[in-house]
């Protein structure tokens, strides 16, 4: 039996340290997932891997090397939300395997056949730890339960590539476009914002998630864009400065998706730019989209600007921002609010597109 004597030993030390440079050598994404506090905390933690690794030897007992290593896993996991928890899982078992590599050649004396006995009952534990991230009750009911739960997760992972495939996949197998839209990638989004409300997830998983699932979109715009044209043409953008984006973006797709053509300025668009965009598109139906409450109020100015400029112009509100009550809209000069961009597409048949039903 040798080393690890204690945390302070130079030795315990000196092995820490080359365990330390092998894990970043071997996996160049932690050098973008560690910050420096994140990189010392690891230096530290290396230290108390090696002392319990140690006394399991030791005892020559798995069982005490096994919980510490649930112990360590969530205590990581919870101050590392940024990362998926199977990526900490996957640091921490080829760190396992490095501190195997490293202490068989700086301390051949140590109890070989008791350090694998013990790093395979930290692994095995590891490897049997289930974190879900707590789902909500909407999220995991039906239709598409198990798909969003899926989709969900393979954004939580930042697997792009696998986004991409599985909502190809669910597209082959028949899924309406129109659920794909609604029911998958709405609800996961929605999902996304429960998580980041719960500190589950950070700010910039929001981000992804936005863009991966626009990627998604953007490839079955062919057959958006390939329907029948109804000669009528919807223009959408979010007010003030509005930065969810995705709300108007499907609205706008949905519309295309039923005939109408499409003008989406996207996110944030001063009045002075909307008033130009109607002046050149003449559209029949202008849509407004509204997200955070405080953006209500620059809702009614844009409104009331477009009003003064384009009395005739029929205008749509909607958004979350409206959820709070079924006549907020009505405080402003629009001429409906709908809740869903499939409402919307039955208010404009009946009052713009003149076909009933
Ligand atoms: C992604 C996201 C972001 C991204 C947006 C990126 C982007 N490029 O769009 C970023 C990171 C920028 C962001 C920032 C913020 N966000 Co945010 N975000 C979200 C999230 C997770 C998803 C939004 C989304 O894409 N939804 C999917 C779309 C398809 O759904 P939708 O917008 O509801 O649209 C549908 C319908 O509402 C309707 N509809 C929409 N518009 C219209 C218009 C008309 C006319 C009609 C008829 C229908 C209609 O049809 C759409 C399609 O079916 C939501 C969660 C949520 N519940 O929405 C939080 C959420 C909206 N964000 C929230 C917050 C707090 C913020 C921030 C303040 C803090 C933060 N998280 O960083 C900032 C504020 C930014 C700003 N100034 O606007 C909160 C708002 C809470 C509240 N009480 O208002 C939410 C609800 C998260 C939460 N659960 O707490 N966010």
Redesign the pocket.
């Given at each position: 039996m040798s080393l690890l004597k204690t945390l302070d030993d130079p030795r315990t030390k000196e092995i820490a340290r080359e365990v330390f440079e092998r894990q970043f050598q071997q996996d160049p994404h932690l050098d973008n997932e560690y910050d420096d506090r994140r990189k010392s905390r690891m230096y530290e933690d290396i230290l108390y891997n090696l002392s319990f690794l140690h006394t399991a030897i030791r005892f020559d007992d798995p069982d005490i090397f096994r919980d510490y290593s649930v112990w360590i896993f969530h205590l990581l996991r919870n101050l590392m939300k940024d990362l998926h928890p199977d990526r900490v899982k996957d640091h921490m078992l080829d760190h396992y395997r490095i501190l195997e590599a490293v202490l068989s050649e700086k301390e051949p004396d140590t109890d070989q056949s008791a350090m694998a006995r013990c790093l395979k009952a930290g692994m095995e534990a590891i490897r049997a730890i289930d974190v879900p991230y707590p789902l909500s009750h909407r999220f995991q009911k039906e239709p598409y339960a198990q798909e969003k739960q899926e989709y969900l997760d393979l954004i939580l992972r930042s697997d792009t590539r696998g986004v991409i495939q599985y909502a190809q996949e669910l597209v082959d197998s028949g899924m309406p476009l129109e659920d794909l839209?609604?029911n998958l990638?709405?609800e996961a989004?929605?999902?996304?914002?429960?998580l980041?409300?719960q500190n589950e997830i950070t700010?910039?998983k929001?981000?992804y998630?936005?863009?991966v699932?626009?990627m998604v979109l953007s490839r079955y715009y062919e057959e958006i864009f390939g329907r029948p044209r109804i000669g009528k043409t919807l223009l959408?953008c979010?007010v003030g400065?509005?930065?969810?984006?995705?709300?108007?973006?499907?609205?706008s797709d949905?519309f295309e998706y039923h005939g109408w053509d499409s003008v989406y300025l996207g996110?944030?668009v001063p009045v002075p730019a909307l008033l130009h965009a109607v002046q050149e598109h003449e559209p029949d139906l202008l849509?407004?989209?509204?997200?955070?409450?405080p953006?209500l109020v620059q809702c009614v100015d844009m409104v009331d600007a477009v009003r003064a400029r384009f009395p005739d112009l029929k205008i749509?509100?909607?958004?979350?921002?409206?959820?709070t009550g079924p006549d907020l809209w009505r405080k402003i000069n629009a001429d409906?609010?709908?809740?869903?961009?499939?409402?919307?597409i039955q208010?404009a048949k009946e009052h713009i597109a003149g076909e009933e039903g």
């Open positions: 839209y609604v990638i709405q989004m929605y999902e996304i914002g429960e980041w409300h700010v910039d929001e981000h998630a936005t863009s699932s626009q959408s979010c400065s509005e930065l969810h984006e995705m709300g108007a973006r499907m609205l949905l996110a944030a849509a407004l989209s509204v997200t955070m409450t953006h749509a509100v909607g958004g979350r921002a409206f959820a409906t609010c709908e809740t869903t961009a499939v409402d919307l208010w």
